[in-house]
């Protein structure tokens, strides 16, 4: 629930629930993790050697070209 308690769809995060962005992230990395997805992308962009920030978009632009995703 946003601030003022509307409700949002939020692909990152949902209190106590991995949102659907965490979710498409483990099937694409064939693996899950408990440190969340931002750790694993951190990794991720550490083993590829480019900046997290930038892995992190070029994830969420493939995220969002897949037609089953909610826009965000």
């Given at each position: 629930m946003a601030v003022h308690?509307?409700?949002?769809?939020?692909?990152?995060?949902?209190p106590g629930v991995?949102?659907?962005?965490?979710?498409?992230?483990w099937q694409r990395l064939?693996?899950?993790?408990?440190?969340?997805?931002a750790t694993e992308i951190e990794r991720?962009?550490?083993?590829?050697?480019?900046p997290a920030v930038e892995l992190f978009f070029s994830l969420w632009d493939e995220y969002r070209a897949e037609p089953s995703q909610p826009e965000g």
């Open positions: 308690g509307i409700e949002e769809d939020f692909p990152f995060w949902s991995q949102g659907p962005f965490a979710e498409w992230l064939g693996r899950r993790s408990s440190v969340g997805w991720e962009a550490q083993d590829a050697g480019v």
